[in-house]
């Protein structure tokens, strides 16, 4: 059975990524690419659905863990009977093969090890022909070929259709693994040596973390989480992942299951938003180079989600022969919600266009011409409803989230051209929508009776989403109404301290069945707002709790179960850790993302 979701850690090479659990196994790896057909999902499944355990023979869970320094780079510790180990996990960031690499080091006394390789590609289904040659086992399934081997060599040998390797390691000894994804149709893939990768790859995160430019009270937190987020980058195109996984439900049982291994222009934005903040120009160019190419095009055809690598065509479908997270199925691949309209990404797309722009990314004519087309399409749609910020199943609303990020790209549009007159448009066109859009919100989407802002027009559901309020300059702080739906949204939303998203009633809203739990980045939104309407003590103890809530190594979930006392969602999640990043920047009073009216 797969360990609980903050069992795991992260290790990846800036394509694809592993978890890897406080039992030495892999459980989750897709090959070459994050949203590739995995290799081992045991995560999904069981262990005949592929996964690589390296652990003690007779040791059940590590004694500790944790990532060398400001790294990617895992170092697990079993304490034995006989002795103590030490098996440090690293994907070096590649050449042109994705390397999974794991080192054995004996710490003290003598401890025996056994290395267990159960390889199931295309998802847990495919048992591939394994043959030896050249000191590698080699694994070869259609497309696909997989090859291990060990420094210095060891003895392996299979049984039940996995790949065992059995040693002992003493104090002062250090025995490496290597396995490595390939084409099969191509040649052997050069052979990396694991020692030398594992001294590159410590230099090059460390090179990159200490590129940080926040140094205040949770520096610590702060630089995980966007190591974290930069681990979610795919490198080649610039795309980042929303997450490592799918399926890992919002409901334990239930089936709230979706793909996160793609791109989201909003959850990209946001990420943007952090790494700016957090001095990482570069990320914030490769992004926007990315996003000029996926959107080529008319902007009518704006999707909500791309591929990785800025493809359109994500189907969704289910995979019946995985049962499921702890019995949480439907297991998916793919995300029909790319086909939603949702009208909030172009403000936040804008938006941190906007901010990128005023730390110091270049202009370019081509990116200023892309964003007055968006502007264009978004004057002709704003007035309609969409299925909105949490992607609803259910029917088409006003919402009133959508309709305030509309305000905001209309806002950033005109203080674009008002701060740089060589970058042309029609300021008081959007002058005018600006003030349509703000006054239609607070006359249709505000309840006077409670004073608070609702989910959507005339209805009395609250979304968490209104919190941003605020943070967008739509309305100042110390505006009553402000502070209303502050307070409204903390009273009815409350779930165990945090915050839900909005109340899940029987998927009227958003036409499924079943809970969830709090949602990390709605809780993260409402220390910023205690802390933006003055109440920065408050804000603070919330901030506290929720940095309580990340893993032993620093990572935290989509959301928080606060009955179970256990995380949900998809994981890592970058939506968590960039309220995580906005939050410490908001509390230690620095600028970060959706930049404000001004």
Same mark, same amino acid.
């Given at each position: 059975?797969?360990?609980?979701?903050?069992?795991?850690?992260?290790?990846?090479?800036?394509?694809?990524?592993?978890?890897?659990?406080?039992?030495?196994?892999?459980?989750?790896?897709?090959?070459?690419?994050?949203?590739?057909?995995?290799?081992?999902?045991?995560?999904?499944?069981?262990?005949?659905?592929?996964?690589?355990?390296?652990?003690?023979?007779?040791?059940?869970?590590?004694?500790?863990?944790?990532?060398?320094?400001?790294?990617?780079?895992?170092?697990?510790?079993?304490?034995?009977?006989?002795?103590?180990?030490?098996?440090?996990?690293?994907?070096?960031?590649?050449?042109?093969?994705?390397?999974?690499?794991?080192?054995?080091?004996?710490?003290?006394?003598?401890?025996?090890?056994?290395?267990?390789?159960?390889?199931?590609?295309?998802?847990?289904?495919?048992?591939?022909?394994?043959?030896?040659?050249?000191?590698?086992?080699?694994?070869?399934?259609?497309?696909?070929?997989?090859?291990?081997?060990?420094?210095?060599?060891?003895?392996?040998?299979?049984?039940?259709?996995?790949?065992?390797?059995?040693?002992?390691?003493?104090?002062?000894?250090?025995?490496?693994?290597?396995?490595?994804?390939?084409?099969?149709?191509?040649?052997?893939?050069?052979?990396?040596?694991?020692?030398?990768?594992?001294?590159?790859?410590?230099?090059?995160?460390?090179?990159?973390?200490?590129?940080?430019?926040?140094?205040?009270?949770?520096?610590?937190?702060?630089?995980?989480?966007?190591?974290?987020?930069?681990?979610?980058?795919? &490198? #080649?195109?610039?795309?980042?992942? +929303? *997450? =490592?996984?799918?399926?890992?439900?919002?409901?334990? /049982?239930? @089936?709230?299951?979706?793909?996160?291994?793609?791109?989201?222009?909003?959850?990209?934005?946001?990420?943007?938003?952090?790494?700016?903040?957090?001095?990482?120009?570069?990320?914030?160019?490769?992004?926007?180079?990315?996003?000029?190419?996926?959107?080529?095009?008319?902007?009518?055809?704006?999707?909500?989600?791309?591929?990785?690598?800025?493809?359109?065509?994500?189907?969704?479908?289910?995979?019946?022969?995985?049962?499921?997270?702890?019995?949480? &199925? #439907?297991?998916?691949?793919?995300? +029909? *919600? =790319?086909?939603?309209?949702?009208?909030?990404?172009? /403000?936040? @797309?804008?938006?941190?266009?906007?901010?990128?722009?005023?730390?110091?990314?270049?202009?370019?004519?081509?990116?200023?011409?892309?964003?007055?087309?968006?502007?264009?399409?978004?004057?002709?749609?704003?007035?309609?409803?969409?299925?909105?910020?949490?992607?609803?199943?259910?029917?088409?609303?006003?919402?009133?989230?959508?309709?305030?990020?509309?305000?905001?790209?209309?806002?950033?549009?005109?203080?674009?051209?008002?701060?740089?007159?060589?970058?042309?448009?029609?300021?008081?066109?959007?002058?005018?929508?600006?003030?349509?859009?703000?006054?239609?919100?607070?006359?249709?989407?505000?309840?006077?009776?409670?004073?608070?802002?609702?989910?959507?027009?005339?209805?009395?559901?609250?979304?968490?989403?209104?919190?941003?309020?605020?943070?967008?300059?739509?309305?100042?702080?110390?505006?009553?109404?402000?502070?209303?739906?502050?307070?409204?949204?903390?009273?009815?939303?409350?779930?165990?301290?945090?915050?839900?998203?909005?109340?899940?009633?029987?998927?009227?809203?958003?036409?499924?069945?079943?809970?969830?739990?709090?949602?990390?980045?709605?809780?993260?939104?409402?220390?910023?707002?205690?802390?933006?309407?003055?109440?920065?003590?408050?804000?603070?103890?919330?901030?506290?709790?929720?940095?309580?809530?990340?893993?032993?190594?620093?990572?935290?979930?989509?959301?928080?179960?606060?009955?179970?006392?256990?995380?949900?969602?998809?994981?890592?999640?970058?939506?968590?850790?960039?309220?995580?990043?906005?939050?410490?920047?908001?509390?230690?009073?620095?600028?970060?993302?959706?930049?404000?009216?001004?």
């Amino acid at each position: 059975m797969p360990g609980l979701i903050e069992d795991y850690a992260l290790i990846g090479d800036l394509q694809t990524a592993a978890l890897v659990g406080r039992d030495g196994s892999i459980d989750w790896l897709c090959l070459p690419r994050f949203d590739s057909a995995a290799v081992f999902a045991a995560l999904l499944g069981d262990r005949d659905n592929g996964r690589w355990r390296l652990a003690p023979v007779d040791s059940a869970e590590c004694g500790s863990r944790a990532y060398r320094g400001d790294t990617l780079v895992l170092d697990t510790v079993w304490e034995t009977p006989t002795g103590t180990v030490k098996v440090t996990d690293f994907m070096p960031q590649r050449d042109k093969a994705p390397d999974v690499i794991r080192i054995v080091e004996g710490v003290s006394g003598e401890v025996a090890m056994r290395s267990e390789l159960t390889l199931r590609f295309d998802y847990g289904t495919v048992v591939p022909w394994v043959r030896r040659t050249d000191h590698h086992r080699v694994a070869v399934a259609g497309p696909d070929s997989v090859w291990l081997r060990s420094e210095p060599p060891l003895p392996m040998y299979g049984k039940d259709m996995r790949t065992y390797g059995d040693f002992t390691v003493a104090a002062g000894e250090r025995i490496a693994f290597v396995l490595t994804w390939h084409p099969s149709h191509e040649r052997q893939p050069r052979r990396v040596e694991p020692f030398r990768a594992l001294e590159q790859s410590l230099a090059d995160w460390s090179q990159w973390s200490d590129r940080c430019r926040y140094d205040g009270p949770w520096r610590g937190a702060v630089l995980r989480s966007l190591i974290t987020l930069k681990a979610l980058t795919y &490198a #080649p195109s610039g795309g980042i992942a +929303a *997450a =490592a996984t799918t399926s890992l439900p919002e409901e334990i /049982g239930g @089936v709230r299951n979706w793909d996160y291994r793609y791109c989201w222009l909003r959850d990209a934005a946001l990420t943007l938003n952090a790494l700016v903040s957090g001095g990482y120009l570069d990320e914030a160019k490769a992004w926007r180079d990315w996003l000029l190419r996926a959107v080529a095009g008319d902007p009518a055809d704006l999707q909500i989600m791309y591929g990785i690598a800025g493809e359109r065509r994500l189907p969704e479908y289910e995979v019946p022969w995985l049962k499921g997270y702890e019995g949480s &199925a #439907p297991v998916r691949v793919g995300n +029909a *919600a =790319a086909g939603q309209l949702q009208l909030d990404v172009y /403000g936040e @797309v804008l938006d941190s266009l906007f901010l990128a722009r005023e730390r110091g990314l270049d202009d370019e004519t081509h990116a200023w011409n892309l964003q007055r087309a968006l502007m264009d399409f978004l004057e002709s749609k704003w007035h309609e409803p969409d299925e909105g910020l949490w992607e609803v199943r259910g029917p088409r609303r006003h919402f009133v989230h959508s309709k305030v990020m509309a305000w905001v790209a209309a806002d950033r549009a005109v203080r674009t051209v008002e701060a740089r007159p060589r970058l042309k448009g029609d300021a008081a066109r959007w002058r005018s929508m600006r003030a349509q859009v703000h006054a239609e919100v607070c006359e249709k989407g505000y309840d006077p009776h409670r004073n608070t802002f609702t989910q959507s027009y005339g209805s009395a559901e609250l979304d968490a989403a209104t919190l941003l309020i605020p943070q967008v300059g739509f309305l100042p702080p110390t505006d009553k109404r402000v502070v209303g739906t502050v307070e409204a949204v903390r009273r009815e939303l409350d779930h165990g301290g945090f915050v839900r998203r909005y109340t899940p009633d029987s998927g009227s809203v958003d036409g499924l069945p079943g809970s969830e739990g709090a949602f990390l980045a709605c809780s993260f939104w409402l220390a910023d707002a205690l802390h933006t309407t003055g109440r920065t003590e408050e804000a603070a103890t919330l901030f506290e709790k929720l940095l309580g809530l990340r893993n032993d190594v620093g990572l935290l979930a989509e959301e928080w179960d606060p009955v179970a006392g256990r995380l949900l969602g998809n994981f890592p999640q970058a939506f968590s850790h960039i309220g995580l990043v906005n939050t410490a920047l908001t509390l230690s009073g620095a600028q970060h993302g959706l930049g404000g009216a001004g």
